[in-house]
C-alpha cells in the first residue's frame, strides 16, 4: 500500500522526502484506497492539491519579497550580508515550492491513474 502523507513526509515508493514543517493542524494523509472507494480517494486529492498550491504560493510570495529585500539592499555596502541572507531565503523558498511542486504532479498523477481505471477522461489541470 502506498502513502502520501501530504504536509508533513513523504512515503513513496522511491523513498522518502522531507517538506518543510507547516504545522500539526493541516498535516493530511491521502492513502490508495480500494478501488470501490475511489471518488474518495479523488476528493481527498483534490482537497490535499488545494492545500498544496496555497502553500507552494505562499513560499513563491515570500520567495519574491526576500528576493526584492536583497535587491534593494545590495547597493548600500553596510547592508551587502543582509542582501545576501535575503537571497538565500529566496532560494529556500523558491526550494520549498519546488517540492510542494512535485508533491501536487504525484497527486495529479495519482488521480489521472485512478481516472483512467474507471473509464473517464480525465481534463488537463
Request: hydrophobic residues 40%.
Amino acid at each position: 500500500m502506498k502513502i502520501w502523507a501530504i504536509l508533513g513526509i513523504s512515503i513513496s515508493a522511491l523513498g522518502v522526502a522531507m517538506l518543510p514543517e507547516v504545522g500539526e493542524e493541516v498535516i493530511a494523509l491521502v492513502k490508495e484506497l480500494p478501488p470501490d472507494k475511489w471518488q474518495q480517494e479523488v476528493q481527498t486529492i483534490d482537497e490535499a492539491v488545494v492545500k498544496l498550491t496555497d502553500l507552494r504560493n505562499k513560499e513563491l510570495s515570500n520567495a519574491a519579497w526576500a528576493q526584492n529585500q536583497g535587491d534593494r539592499l545590495q547597493f548600500q555596502s553596510q547592508n551587502l550580508m543582509d542582501a545576501k541572507r535575503y537571497w538565500n531565503e529566496a532560494d529556500a523558498s523558491r526550494e520549498i515550492a519546488s517540492r510542494y511542486q512535485e508533491e501536487i504532479d504525484k497527486l495529479e498523477a495519482r488521480k489521472k491513474e485512478i481516472l483512467k481505471q474507471q473509464g473517464i477522461e480525465s481534463s488537463p489541470s
